[in-house]
T-cell receptor, first 118, second 111 residues
Framework: EAGVAQSPRYKIIEKRQSVAFWCNPI?????LYWYQQILGQGPKLLIQ????????DSQLPKDRFSAERLKGVDSTLKIQPAKLEDSAVYLC????????????????FGSGTQLSVL | TQLLEQSPQFLSIQEGENLTVYCNSS?????LQWYRQEPGEGPVLLVT?????EVKKLKRLTFQFGDARKDSSLHITAAQPGDTGLYLC???????????FGAGTRLFVKA
């Protein structure tokens, strides 16, 4: 099966500019995640969708970050305006469905978008 | 807030050596997962452990979940250059709906 597709792979912008990332999850996967991975750190969950509804966005800086998942399929993550500290890899992941019981879902990740804010 | 601490942060070894990396928390997790991430790629799931005390083997990799479900370890026997990468542990929050990651152990195996 095709994996999680993300674009662009790389993006360089100046601070205060806007940027958008796109993600197409694995077909049939109900849950979609956006993670931010700063160099030297593990991925940090920004937002989690189940179908086209938001399950968790507690760590999304809502004053500058926004995300949507139209029709419960692909998703876009936008930053406006960007700050220097937003430089990171933005990873999209998907899973088949909501976690059931005590076992976490297997996450399938895309290759990420590396953002550099100058 | 549930946190996962991984150690060591960085490990450089010769091919053929054995190693163990650790994932610890003060919180109980419903399950723990180990992922490996190679440069320029997203993490790939290696294993999920659910039961306290559980041991799982994947070829030369052995994963253990602590009895109290607060910690886990990954042991690699006879490391190979292909094992090079960032090893991340990830835990399910108490509801099992959100996956949080540790900072990872960066492993480099020299030929």
């Amino acid at each position: 099966e095709a994996g999680v597709a993300q674009s662009p792979r790389y993006k360089i912008i100046e601070k205060r500019q806007s940027v958008a990332f796109w993600c197409n999850p694995i077909s049939g996967h109900a849950t979609l995640y956006w993670y931010q991975q700063i160099l030297g750190q593990g991925p940090k969950l920004l937002i989690q969708f189940q179908n086209n509804g938001v399950v968790d966005d507690s760590q999304l800086p809502k004053d500058r970050f926004s995300a949507e998942r139209l029709k419960g399929v692909d998703s876009t993550l936008k930053i406006q305006p960007a700050k220097l500290e937003d430089s990171a890899v933005y990873l999209c992941a998907s899973s088949r469905g909501p976690a059931r019981g005590s076992t976490n879902e297997k996450l399938f990740f895309g290759s990420g978008t590396q953002l550099s804010v100058l | 807030t549930q946190l996962l601490e991984q150690s060591p942060q960085f490990l450089s070894i010769q091919e053929g050596e054995n190693l163990t990396v650790y994932c610890n928390s003060s919180s109980v997790f419903s399950s723990l997962q180990w992922y490996r991430q190679e440069p320029g790629e997203g993490p790939v799931l290696l294993v999920t452990v659910v039961t306290g005390g559980e041991v799982k083997k994947l070829k030369r990799l052995t994963f253990q979940f602590g009895d109290a479900r607060k910690d886990s370890s990954l042991h690699i026997t006879a490391a190979q250059p292909g094992d090079t990468g960032l090893y991340l542990c990830a835990g399910g929050d108490t509801g099992g709906f959100k996956t949080i990651f540790g900072a990872g152990t960066r492993l480099f195996v020299k030929a």
